[in-house]
């Protein structure tokens, strides 16, 4: 076949042995229409399935956006309920010094908080939040003077099914069961972290008598009671304090001793403690205060 150019433009001469057909022509016209319906469908379902991926990710009811809207709502409606002062009251019915014990906030790597009372960890969650694990340590024999002094001597006491209470300063109470008790390293921050599913709390203190170890100590909530006034408006009573010589012994528990109030409603900006190091305490032998790390119980 050749082409050739006329006035009329470009023009297909016919070659020897083609001559075309109606039906010829009607075929490549049926083709033509073919390919034209394969593409229509083709962009149609392409276009469905960009408006299906767009439906999903922005309007219905599991979509990306909604997530988004619902969980900033969430946010704020927490934030807005969230008790203005984060200090928590810990009670703990099995342990001789746990009562309405001052849990202040602090980070990692400060040991004020733990000198004076007991530490939360600010990383880890509220009982008011989703899914959190309260993270609250607590010396082993601490420091005389303060309500760190021997506060979680006894925490190897606890049993699953105990129970431990946590009050914000609202009055609202959390009433957690011991699910889980053990052993950790002391480099081992796995046990920080959320539980799916579960709101829990984690206590924990040194192993005696080398503190070389992390007792741990961790239950789940199983109950809120609002309204049952801060531990401060329930009672006037003068805090428990274990007075230096009551330091326990082998096989002795120690008894807890009343005496005046000595702590402050708030941390003090600048606290020194009474002692330099904590005390040592025989356990079938003289132990020695090991070094603590950072951010953990003594």
Wanted: charge should be negative; aromatic fraction near 8%.
């Amino acid at each position: 076949m050749k082409i050739y150019r006329s006035r009329r433009g470009l023009r297909r001469r016919q070659a020897p042995g083609e001559y075309p057909t109606r039906r010829s022509w009607r075929d490549k016209k049926r083709q033509a229409r073919t390919r034209r319906r394969i593409n229509t469908i083709a962009m149609i379902l392409v276009l469905a399935g960009l408006g299906l991926v767009l439906y999903t990710l922005l309007l219905s009811e599991d979509s990306v956006v909604q997530r988004a809207v619902s969980t900033a709502t969430d946010s704020e409606e927490i934030a807005a309920s969230a008790p203005k002062d984060t200090t928590l009251y810990l009670t703990v019915p099995k342990m001789a010094r746990v009562e309405d014990l001052p849990v202040y906030d602090a980070p990692w790597d400060s040991e004020t908080a733990l000198d004076v009372s007991a530490s939360h960890l600010d990383s880890s969650g509220f009982p008011w939040q989703e899914e959190p694990n309260i993270y609250i340590t607590g010396h082993r024999m601490g420091f005389p003077g303060t309500r760190s002094f021997l506060v979680f001597y006894d925490l190897d006491a606890l049993e699953n099914g105990d129970e431990i209470f946590l009050t914000d300063s609202d009055g609202t109470r959390y009433t957690y069961e011991v699910f889980n008790e053990f052993i950790s390293d002391p480099f081992d921050w796995s046990h920080t972290e959320s539980v799916s599913g579960k709101n829990i709390v984690t206590l924990q203190t040194c192993t005696l008598p080398d503190y070389t170890q992390r007792l741990m100590v961790q239950g789940e909530l199983r109950e809120v009671t609002s309204g049952a006034g801060t531990p401060q408006e329930e009672t006037n009573s003068p805090q428990v304090e274990v007075a230096p010589q009551a330091i326990p012994q082998e096989g002795v528990a120690p008894q807890a001793v009343p005496q005046e109030e000595i702590l402050p409603e708030v941390i003090p900006q600048e606290f020194e403690p009474v002692l330099t190091e904590p005390v040592p305490v025989e356990l079938g032998r003289e132990a020695e205060q090991a070094p603590v790390e950072p951010g953990q119980a003594g």
